[in-house]
């Protein structure tokens, strides 16, 4: 079971110091955080003409909950604001059991790394995380606004 | 003696992933027994009805069922009398009872509230809500580098203007006891008003309010063998007496008119709607089974499994203690392993039978305190054993190897 979830690539990706820093010029910072555990990740996007032409976060958690936002910010960069929101649905419905076509999840790229957790629900929050932030944040800036 | 306890608890023998169960996690809530079962079973199955209210005879039995259970508890802390003790739902309901009715309407602007930084979320937002609606202020004791209350810090922060003391008896995430009697002398000199959340205590340690002289005392059954839903609230009889009442409905009251109500007496006054019998019920089988067991030798079991856990974790260079260098620690090992988030090593433990807590354990002020985002924490009841501690170890030593990081 373990070496399902704490696979060499997600160790890589939790130490990963990468996309850990602030952008110049973000667009959108939005905090998420999960309240019963105290994982806390900040997430900047900077996004011009409908793009995300970068992405960063900072913060701090479980190996799964960092590994997450970082697979994530690696696979949100250069898309539309609408292919964000519509992966981060995808991967939401990864890890609650309710898509688990391989073929389909091809898209989420790495990301697909973390299918095995939606058989651990005392650590689905952790996943979901960055996923829910990053969806929030398009919400809260207006999804209309962006992708003009 | 270890083998009659596990008789006694079926979960205990039962598996976890695969792994026989290492249930390290009793300051969240222990395991129950099976008299603690069979009594609440026995209540449902033969004695319930609704207590204080019908003349008929099975519903004369749930009362006697229910003030009997108030009875033990009173003898069990030696409060004064039966009416000092109100059942509540647990522990954070009986500190939001003082709160609201005590604090809400006792306290004014210039006034203060005294808590320790080692307080649970439920002894120290209700406290912050009061300070808020009434203008009073809220003040800390923050901890020595040993993780006990500093000497220096009492002297400075209990002054005149206190009203309230509140503090924990044992502290949930550091295992360190505080001495509450010397504590309330001194806050009683000052003339403030003494709570004590007895959570961590009640269960570990003989509680003798009177002895204490706290005017309050709050704890939950469900860290002491008995079901969920079942609290205490011990309050001094003439405090109680003075206090409005919390919640209000049925079963409290004595006369209600259009516009008006009088009130019940004590302990009714602080008791509406229909009771949780059943978990009085569980609640006083669980105080016979403790007693059976004796608080010498839960004392003398859980100091030996702390004090060797504390030893075996702290051979390994690359697990972090939390207050365990001092000696009046009792039932619980706080810590941390080098690089890896509690959260991750809870899961690795979890694989290997071993249930651990991680997090900040609601008790966020002192995690900043310790600079700490969360912690591990393996907390011990008489009925664990040195093989579950060892289990413990064995579980950390592949921690780091899972995580890639040896």
């Keep these: 079971m373990l070496e399902n979830i704490y696979t060499e690539l997600i160790a890589e990706h939790s130490q990963s110091k990468e996309n850990r820093r602030a952008l110049a010029n973000a667009t959108i910072k939005e905090r998420g955080h999960n309240p019963s ?10 996004v011009a003409g409908g793009v995300i032409a970068d992405a960063a976060f900072s913060g701090a958690g479980c190996a799964i909950s960092q590994a997450s936002t970082d697979m994530m910010i690696e696979l949100m960069r250069g898309k539309t604001v609408d292919e964000a929101r519509r992966l981060a ?5 990864m890890i609650q059991g309710e898509v688990t076509d391989d073929e389909e999840l091809e898209e989420l790229d790495e990301a697909a790394a973390l299918k095995n957790i939606s058989t651990m629900p005392a650590r689905v929050k952790c996943a979901t995380l960055a996923w829910h932030t990053l969806d929030t944040a398009i919400e809260k800036f207006g999804g209309d606004k962006l992708a003009r | 003696m270890d083998k009659n306890f596990l008789n006694a608890f079926p979960i205990l023998r039962s598996k976890m992933n695969g792994q026989p169960l290492a249930y390290l996690d009793n300051a969240a809530t222990t395991q129950k027994p099976e008299s603690v079962v069979r009594s609440i079973c026995g209540y449902y199955g033969g004695c319930n009805a609704n207590p204080h209210r019908g003349v008929y005879e099975l519903s004369v039995k ?25 059942f509540t739902k647990n522990a954070t309901e009986s500190l939001n009872l003082i709160a609201y009715s005590y604090g809400l309407n006792n306290l004014r602007g210039g006034d203060e509230i005294l808590i320790t930084i080692a307080e649970h979320h439920s002894n120290l937002v209700p406290w912050q809500r009061v300070a808020r609606a009434t203008g009073a202020t809220l003040n800390y004791i923050y901890l020595s580098a040993d993780g006990n209350l500093s000497a220096e810090e009492i002297e400075k922060k209990l002054t005149r203007r206190t009203k309230i003391l509140a503090v924990t008896q044992i502290s949930n995430v550091l295992g360190l006891v505080n001495d509450v009697k010397t504590l309330a002398a001194r806050a009683h000199e000052v003339g403030a008003v003494v709570v004590v959340d007895g959570a961590q205590s009640v269960p570990h340690i003989p509680v003798d309010v009177q002895d204490l002289d706290a005017d309050f005392l709050a704890f939950s059954g469900h860290k002491m063998l008995s079901p969920m839903g079942i609290g205490v609230l011990y309050g001094k009889k003439k405090i109680l007496e003075e206090m409005p009442p919390f919640l209000s409905g049925g079963d409290m009251i004595e006369y209600v008119e259009e516009q008006a109500t009088t009130f019940a007496e004590l302990p009714q006054k602080f008791e509406a709607g229909t009771q949780n019998v059943g978990g009085a019920a569980g609640l006083s089988a669980a105080i016979d089974y403790l007693r059976g067991v004796g608080f010498a030798q839960i004392e003398r079991i859980e100091r030996e499994l702390t004090a060797y856990a504390i030893a075996e974790l702290k051979k390994i260079p690359y ?3 939390y207050g365990c260098e001092a000696e009046n620690k009792i039932g619980l090992v706080t810590f941390n392993v080098k690089d890896v988030h509690p959260h991750d090593v ?9 249930a651990i807590r991680a997090g900040h ?3 966020q002020p002192l995690m900043k305190f310790l600079g700490q985002n969360a912690t591990c924490r393996a907390s011990f009841y008489f009925y664990n054993t040195r093989r579950d501690v060892e289990r413990l170890v064995e579980a950390i030593q592949t921690v780091r190897s899972v995580m890639h990081l040896a």
């Design chain 1, 89 to 93: 649905e995808l991967f939401i419905k």
């Design chain 2, 62 to 86: 749930a009362t006697k069922v229910y003030e009997d259970a108030r009875r033990k508890v009173a003898d069990f802390l030696h409060a004064g009398s039966p009416k000092e003790i109100i």
């Design chain 1, 37 to 46: 555990c105290g994982d806390e990740i900040t997430l900047e996007l900077e």
């Design chain 2, 319 to 321: 697990v972090e203690l």
């Design chain 2, 346 to 354: 809870a899961t690795i433990l979890d694989a290997a039978g071993v």
């Design chain 2, 361 to 363: 354990h609601c008790a």
